[in-house]
């Protein structure tokens, strides 16, 4: 049973609380039973597993599974998940895992991607990769300069998502744009105002919905090389929706569209 | 210039920290410059303004438009307000007004009701409040057994939408339901599945989409007294969207339907 200054939860802790540690190592950190359910489900080779000392059979039974998979299984005392976590009410497992993020060229050019630029609230990140993959988007798309998709929090709030829809991460904005043009696909930028009200926009081609930082919005060089303007309206007295708001409005309207097809195969994390 | 415990500050937190306290004084606190702005332009009477003596002159001036409404203004020295409030990067100012909500009689029974029924989480909360007014709807009602509306979170979320859209809060769920009824409008139970298809249903008449909690959704109760089910799809490997999310996507069909006709005049506080 290990506390806290043991070394797998240091590893862990440093995997937690270190951006350019995750990316040394390529691991992040999930949490929770059904996260860690979902990792073994997609065939992810689960690394590590800590456990609370306290946790229920079914979780030892699913801890077990992961251990017939290859992953090192690790009892804890109580209270170190929160301590790693930092949460008041932490889950009663952890896992580390690879990190799951594909390439530009992996994704489905045929589909709509969601690519953030600057996005810095971890949150609305995590929200934007549960908005698309609840929705049935190809792909979601978090330029430099967006905070960090394997930020705990991001994961927190993508909900599982991170492990159905395929996601690209650290891409320069306007590369990423450039290319999805040559691949076809109708970019359309998110903008607080003056751009066509979303719902009178076909969404149902090859589209790119471009979405930018919360405050500053999006830089011109993206912009410019945007092939229209979206806006969501809203009532006059409102303050703008934040931008994973309006990325679920616009999924959700795209999906509407779509006729709800969701699609039935995705890019799946090491099928490339 | 004031400490963190000098009287007015102590007052300030305990309006922040401790709900009873909120709801026998019957006054909340907002922060920031644009949360102050909002209920100075909506005549709502501020009645004490917190300002961290590093103010910029705009908001100096905007503390003396308070001042000269009759808002006591006090000084403090840095970091009071980060203490207070329990934030990191605190607003310069916070303030304290009166509170907002309107009884069930004063919303506008033609138009899009958004009913929380036990909705825990004052993110989600707010971002309810913030999504129905950036929409348009014509009110939020919050059940007993949901966070406090006036929750400092809760507040921070809706973005000032609280100052825009008539607000109930406190009702007895069943009640309402039953009220919602008899004035004619046509409750919609959300539900995560088997609902029918919210595009699908028309929501140009007078509606109320009932949302339940993050975890246990609708109790049966509500479920008996609404008038159909609705149901948000999602692709085949999601987790269910968030209750703030799914009412998001709902007011804005509600309002895509409605053809962007925001309405020109809103109850407000003190209108009654």
Redesign the interface.
């Known amino acids: 049973v290990l506390g806290f200054r043991s070394e797998p939860v240091q590893h862990l802790r440093r995997l937690t609380t270190n951006r350019r540690f995750r990316w040394t190592e390529r691991r992040f950190v999930i949490e929770g039973p ?1 996260r860690l359910e ?1 990792a073994l489900r997609s065939g992810l080779p689960v690394e590590g597993v800590y456990i609370e000392t306290t946790a229920s059979a079914d979780l030892l039974a699913l801890a077990d599974r992961a251990k017939a998979g290859g992953a090192a299984v690790f009892e804890l005392q109580t209270g170190v998940l929160a301590r790693v976590c930092e949460v008041a009410t932490p889950q009663p497992v952890a896992a580390v895992v690879p990190m799951v993020d594909v390439g530009v060229g992996d994704i489905d050019f045929t589909s709509l991607a969601v690519v953030a630029v600057g996005v810095q609230d971890p ?1 609305n990140a995590g ?1 934007i990769v ?2 698309a ?4 988007a190809g792909a979601v798309i978090f330029c430099e300069g967006s905070v960090d998709l394997y930020n705990p929090k991001t994961v927190r709030s993508s ?3 991170l ?2 829809i395929p996601a690209v991460t650290g891409v320069n904005a306007e590369e990423v744009l450039d290319e999805l043009g040559r691949k076809g696909l109708r970019r359309l930028a998110t903008v607080p105002r003056q751009g066509d ?1 979303y ?1 009178d926009v076909d969404l149902t081609g090859a589209t790119a919905l471009v979405m930018g930082a919360e405050a500053a919005g999006l830089p011109d060089a993206a912009l410019a090389r945007c092939d229209g303007r979206i806006t ?8 703008s ?2 931008v994973a ?1 309006a990325a ?2 616009l999924c ?2 795209a ?2 569209q779509r006729g ?1 097809a ?2 039935n195969s995705r890019i799946r994390p090491g099928s490339t």
Do not use: C, K, Q
């Open positions: 059904n979902e949150g929200t549960r908005s993959g609840a929705s049935g909900a599982g998502a492990f159905h009200i719902s969501v309206p809203m009532a006059a007295d409102s303050e929706l934040n708001m679920t409005v959700y309207e999906a509407r709800w969701f699609p």
